[in-house]
T-cell receptor
Framework: GAVVSQHPSRVICKSGTSVKIECRSL??????MFWYRQFPKQSLMLMAT?????????EQGVEKDKFLINHASLTLSTLTVTSAHPEDSSFYIC????????????FGPGTRLLVL | QQQVKQSPQSLIVQKGGISIINCAYE??????FPWYQQFPGKGPALLIA?????SEKKEGRFTISFNKSAKQFSLHIMDSQPGDSATYFC?????????FGKGTMLLVSP
């Protein structure tokens, strides 16, 4: 199978601080990774597409200066929530396509962010 | 249109029964249709998937039925078990981007 990990699994931070979430593909290379946000009892909302070695593509309405994405290697993408506020509290999930591009997105276990 | 409409929103099935979740789409460019299972506090896990040139795919107790002309597909869970209680999402892929349904919360009663 294809394993995607996320770190940390949960984080609590004070309002105004920045939080970095890591997404790693453990047993495959991923040219493309995705970041989703999920509110309780709701579906997954795509935030951005992360491409190795290039700038991320953000979905409409997602602030790229607030949600910084870096995809520096074929196995690691990071999402940094800058100057976090309580409304940023959510479940953040990453996913990855195995390279060469396959059809299936493999999801990480998610990161629960709580901003106080 | 990028929407994928999923129903029902919630479902209660007795142990041993059949759980059926339906999805419908508009965009005929979608080329891959996965179903994901998500437990509380966990990421979605791929359950089963189908391409539009296949009408049915079965893996163990899970079956996808696909009706290309009606632009509908469904997930059937045979012999449903309490351990199947989770939220199920259908999705449709186009240009490496997944569009998700709103999810179905399944409860299998013992």
């Amino acid at each position: 199978g294809a394993v995607v990990s996320q770190h940390p699994s949960r984080v609590i931070c004070k309002s105004g601080t920045s939080v970095k979430i890591e997404c790693r593909s453990l047993d495959f290379q991923a040219t493309t990774m995705f970041w989703y946000r999920q509110f309780p009892k709701q579906s997954l909302m795509l935030m951005a597409t992360s491409n190795e070695g290039s700038k991320a593509t953000y979905e409409q309405g997602v602030e790229k200066d607030k949600f910084l994405i870096n995809h520096a290697s074929l196995t690691l993408s990071t999402l940094t929530v800058t100057s976090a506020h309580p409304e940023d509290s959510s479940f953040y999930i990453c996913s990855a396509y195995r390279t060469p591009e396959g059809e299936t997105q493999y999801f990480g276990p998610g990161t629960r962010l709580l901003v106080l | 249109q990028q929407q994928v409409k999923q129903s029902p929103q919630s479902l209660i099935v007795q142990k041993g029964g059949i759980s059926i979740i339906n999805c419908a789409y508009e965009n005929t460019a979608f080329d891959y249709f996965p179903w994901y299972q998500q437990f509380p506090g966990k990421g979605p896990a791929l359950l089963i998937a189908i391409r539009p040139d296949v009408s049915e795919k079965k893996e163990g107790r899970f079956t996808i039925s696909f009706n290309k002309s009606a632009k509908q597909f469904s997930l059937h869970i045979m012999d449903s078990q309490p351990g199947d209680s989770a939220t199920y999402f259908c999705a449709a892929n186009y240009a490496s981007t997944l569009t998700f349904g709103k999810g179905t919360m399944l409860l299998v009663s013992p």
